[in-house]
């Protein structure tokens, strides 16, 4: 029998819709001015399209503006450069989002790179990942899946200082930040990896579980001890003749077991997912408060 209390993602991402949709009223009220969005997609991928076009419409339902540019999947570097650039110049910009990934003729981190960084809400510029690592040093922008798995924690009021954390995956996007994430907040992290032995005994020493190595139901009971918090970022997609589409969606967690277990626990779907865009409309907010302040001040 289930144990676990849910940490219900989509209900924390619609408060934090709420909470931004009235920041966003009082920028506009206070400057005349509200944030804006650029969001810069190359080629055609089905996938890409999706969350671009659900990035929009989150955007526009909070009232930040939203700017697109689509770009053919031959279109050159020089030009995607260009088209970053004067987003870059572009006042009525605060937020600059290339979809990732890029076709391969173009160097992601070329592209990243010429991102401004006071406009980077991705939080992927090196120089923003390079002052999370730091201590003493503040990023503009922290990368979203990593910070909603945060916000959710935060949020289920669990403690993080002092406390043991084990992260499963060390991608640039998901792992890696959430590790440095966990230890700005004084947790002990250890981040497991392909190459990491006893991966499942690290674990059950851990107090509170950040699981993204996109394997489908890795994290199994016996990984999780009594009474940790799990977050589970996966999103994989398994065969299941019995669903409608012929699959269904799994975390990289096995909930039905896990959730006997630990205290707290993110369900997939519903759980990371929504909060990764609930982040990105808080960075895009963040940005354009402090670019509106800094105007004001001049
Ligand atoms: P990557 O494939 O980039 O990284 C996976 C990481 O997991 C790597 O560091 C890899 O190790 C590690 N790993 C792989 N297999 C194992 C294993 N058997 N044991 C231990 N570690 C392993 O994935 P992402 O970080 O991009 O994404 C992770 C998951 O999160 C995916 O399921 C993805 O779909 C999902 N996701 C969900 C988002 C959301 O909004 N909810 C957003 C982004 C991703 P190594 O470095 O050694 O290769």
Redesign the pocket.
């Given at each position: 029998a289930m144990s676990a209390k849910l940490i219900d993602g989509k209900a924390i991402a619609e408060e934090i819709r709420r909470e931004l949709k009235a920041e966003v009223a009082e920028l506009q009220q206070k400057y005349g001015k509200a944030p804006g969005l650029a969001v810069v997609l190359v080629g055609e991928r089905k996938d890409s399209q999706t969350y671009v076009r659900n990035k929009k419409k989150a955007c526009e339902e909070v009232g930040i503006v939203s700017f697109g540019t689509d770009l053919p999947e031959d279109v050159s570097e020089e030009e995607l450069l260009k088209v970053v650039a004067d987003y870059n110049a572009d006042p009525a910009v605060h937020g600059i989002l290339v979809q990732l990934p890029l076709p391969k003729h173009i160097d992601e981190q070329r592209v990243l790179d010429a991102i401004s960084i006071e406009k980077d809400v991705d939080g992927f510029h090196p120089l923003n990942i390079g002052a999370l690592a730091m201590r003493g040093r503040d990023p503009l922008f922290v990368p979203?899946?990593p910070k909603?798995c945060l916000e959710l924690l935060k949020r289920s009021g669990v403690v993080m200082a002092g406390k043991r954390a084990a992260v499963?995956?060390?991608?640039?996007?998901?792992?890696?930040p959430a590790a440095l994430l966990l230890q700005r907040e004084d947790a002990t992290v250890t981040v497991?990896?392909?190459?990491?032995p006893d991966?499942q005994k690290i674990c059950a020493e851990a107090d509170i579980i950040i699981?993204?190595?996109?394997?489908?139901e890795?994290v199994a009971g016996d990984w999780v001890k009594e009474g940790a918090a799990v977050i589970d970022?996966?999103?994989?997609a398994v065969d299941d003749p019995s669903a409608k589409r012929g699959y269904r969606l799994v975390?990289?967690v096995n909930f039905a077991e896990a959730s006997e277990k630990a205290s707290q626990i993110t369900p997939?779907p519903g759980?990371?997912?929504p909060?990764?865009?609930a982040m990105l409309l808080r960075n895009c907010v963040d940005g354009a408060t402090r670019t509106f302040a800094a105007e004001a001040a001049q």
């Open positions: 979203c899946t909603g499963v995956g060390r991608s640039n996007i998901v792992g890696m497991i990896h392909s190459r990491t991966a699981a993204a190595c996109g394997r489908a890795m970022v996966g999103i994989n975390g990289d997939v759980g990371v997912g909060m990764t865009i």
